[in-house]
């Protein structure tokens, strides 16, 4: 069984920065990757960033130069710090895993807003 919170979604105006947090619960099950995805009003949910447990990266297109994926395994943890925040970001945003068992968990998501 797995638990996602995530936390530190807002409004920020362009340009602007947050960090978004994401804590995973976890019993009997080891997570090999961290995922942020996002969907805007109207859109498909889409990849924004991955972290595998060997800590391998993958960004969108859109967001690379601007967001790091990162993350705390005392705190059983992952980060994502937006930075040069552009309009076209604002998203719900969600954390995914995959691990040790089949399938992957997502979080409740965090709405994140930028205005111009």
């Known amino acids: 069984q797995v638990q996602l919170v995530e936390s530190g979604g807002g409004l920020v105006q362009a340009g602007g920065s947050l960090r978004l947090s994401c804590a995973a619960s976890t019993s009997r099950f080891s997570i090999n990757v961290w995922g942020w995805y996002r969907q805007a009003p109207g859109k498909q949910r889409e990849m924004v960033a991955t972290m595998t447990s060997s800590n391998s990266t993958n960004y969108a297109n859109s967001v690379k130069g601007r967001f790091t994926i990162s993350r705390d395994n005392a705190k059983n943890t992952v980060y994502l710090q937006m930075n040069s925040l552009k309009p076209e970001d604002t998203a719900v945003y969600y954390c995914?895993?995959?691990?040790?068992?089949?399938?992957?968990?997502w979080g409740q998501g965090t709405q994140v807003t930028v205005s111009s």
């Open positions: 995914r895993v995959w691990g040790s068992s089949p399938g992957n968990y």
